[in-house]
């Protein structure tokens, strides 16, 4: 018997929970802040040295549990009478800290032969549900141009997922730098016999999803993105062929709610990241703002999914993170219902979400080869990762920034309560081609140090017979994710067909922070007023010490 689940926080909103303090965690009444109650999360000033923050470290009873080595975030637990609030205000007052916040508590926002592929409504809607016809992504045309491909992976940040599935586990990624069960770390990353993914919830190599009070929600989720395709079983994915790459982060606490922490949904973003993964779903939310959590995805360089939660309240006056960080890589999603409308469940917001996606009612993978349907903006945010995945399928070269107007500017407007006002349409996205284009040409070596200078061409294309006004701008976006502005934007008027070059010369600054070394990329972009059209190209630049 089929069963609906409404993955989110609502649910948890039914029970009235005291404060309490158990395995250091800190539960307030949900919807408040909630943290671990004995942990912070502390960046350091740049030019800080290792001896300064050792000898701080032992100043306030701090104990490394880990350095998030690509932002350098400290992951500290202390053991004092101090509260979380009161040691961030000390470290705070420190000339030596960047920043230092609680290590926050999240929540779950929860025409192939394929025989139940006739249930999955999102994919194709004619009506099986009750529904409205063509209230769909339109995945059965999406088809006919790209139904996925091996190489592309995606991350499943979530409770785990069933490795052994029957529609998921030849779609599952394998880390093709590890050597199974041989107890070694292969490939020098930290983790040892991370064969298919990491729990991070556990510290252990198996990111299977165990946990009954989770209920199976990341198996769920990549059913979603990539149950295999046109094998004869059950349901089908929006990507036939791809790569899930399992994190688990979530699980059991208190026999009731299943939750994550900062500290380990960061640590996992850093994990996908160092594999160059570019897509990854994040199906979850609740809590306030994390400095530390905005810094790890902004140097993720991933197009990053994100449920907008399912609490039907407007994200532009109540944020919900990390759907409402401002960050470009990040895709907030809403959820529909089969008639096209906003799901009662929904967040919604014209500003902070981005464009909305299926999520009421949606059949997918459970654990033990089973299959249900399940309800939440949960649902909704793998169908946006999903098509990412498709749209890189069919040209990997494709920036965050063109995928992401890709997605949007495809959408099916439906007057919803989104930037766009649209929902998900995949196959209109596959087909979109911007009119006017950018082309980054260096002029010169591409490995630079402090000091020296660089020089490169921009070439802005019309490629329609009218007229365009266009916005031309280029910028340096480090290792960490932030970005450098080098020229404009500028504001130019393009004839039908015309092309303008011009070349630019950049001198780099001494000095510079030891978190800038390493791949740069230079990234010329073009834009026509309300993003009509969007293009970008971009050049790797290796800053040496």
């Not at 902070?352 to 909704?380: F, H, Q, R």
């Not at 019309?462 to 080098?486: C, Y």
Request: aromatic fraction near 8%; include cysteine; charged fraction near 20%.
């Amino acid at each position: 018997m089929l069963k609906k689940i409404l993955c989110s926080m609502s649910l948890i909103s039914l029970v009235v929970c005291a404060v309490v303090a158990l395995s250091g965690l800190a539960i307030a009444q949900p919807g408040g802040t909630e943290y671990v109650l004995d942990d912070v999360l502390v960046k350091f000033k740049a030019e800080v040295n290792k001896e300064a923050v050792v000898s701080l470290k032992l100043k306030f009873g701090l104990e490394t549990v880990k350095v998030l080595k690509r932002t350098k975030i400290h992951h500290l637990k202390f053991r004092s009478n101090l509260t979380v609030q009161e040691m961030i205000e000390r470290l705070s007052r420190s000339p030596l800290v960047g920043y230092a916040v609680p290590n926050y508590i999240r929540y779950l926002n929860r025409t192939p032969n394929d025989p139940d592929y006739s249930e999955q409504w999102a994919l194709n809607n004619t009506g099986q549900t009750g529904g409205t016809p063509d209230a769909d992504i339109d995945a059965p045309e999406a088809w006919d141009l790209q139904t996925g491909s091996s190489s592309m992976v995606v991350a499943v940040v979530d409770s785990g997922i069933d490795l052994t599935h029957e529609d998921l586990a030849a779609n599952l990624w394998t880390n093709p730098g590890e050597i199974p069960g041989n107890g070694i770390d292969d490939d020098d990353n930290g983790y040892i016999d991370d064969v298919n993914g990491w729990d991070f919830r556990d510290n252990d190599n198996d990111p299977t999803d165990t946990s009954p009070i989770c209920g199976g929600h990341g198996t769920h989720v990549a059913g979603i993105i990539g149950a295999v395709g046109n094998n004869g079983v059950a349901v089908v994915g929006v990507n036939w062929d791809v790569q899930i790459m399992p994190l688990r982060c979530f699980g059991a606490f208190l026999g009731i709610f299943c939750t994550a922490n900062d500290s380990d949904i960061m640590e996992a973003i850093e994990y996908y990241t160092d594999f160059g993964v570019r897509v990854s779903n994040n199906s979850y939310g609740g809590g306030p703002s994390s400095q530390a959590m905005e810094e790890v995805i902004r140097a993720s360089h991933s197009v990053f999914a994100a449920a907008a939660g399912n609490d039907g309240t407007n994200n532009d006056t109540s944020p919900h993170y990390p759907s409402n960080y401002n960050l470009d890589n990040i895709i907030a999603v809403a959820a529909t219902d089969h008639n096209d409308q906003m799901a009662y469940f929904s967040n919604f917001g014209i500003k902070s979400v981005d464009l909305a996606a299926p999520g009421d009612k949606i059949l997918s993978t459970l654990p033990g080869n089973n299959y249900d349907v399940y309800s939440g903006t949960s649902m909704a945010s793998p169908f946006v990762a999903g098509a990412a995945a498709l749209l890189l399928a069919q040209d990997f070269t494709l920036t965050n920034m063109e995928v992401k107007w890709r997605l949007l500017k495809g959408t099916d407007p439906l007057g919803l309560p989104v930037l766009t006002g649209g929902r998900l349409n995949i196959y209109n996205s596959l087909l979109l081609e911007p009119e006017v284009t950018i082309d980054v040409v260096p002029l010169g070596p591409t490995n630079i140090h402090p000091g020296e200078s660089f020089s490169y061409e921009l070439t802005a294309t019309n490629l329609s017979a009218d007229p365009k006004t266009v916005n031309v701008t280029s910028f340096v976006r480090h290792p960490d994710g932030s970005e450098r502005s080098i020229v404009g934007p500028n504001t130019i008027t393009l004839s039908g067909n015309e092309s303008i070059t011009h070349s630019f010369n950049y001198t780099v600054p001494t000095g510079v922070p030891s978190r800038y070394f390493g791949i740069n990329r230079l990234v010329g972009r073009v834009w026509t007023s309300a993003f009509e059209d969007l293009d970008e190209d971009e050049e790797l630049y290796n800053l040496l010490p």
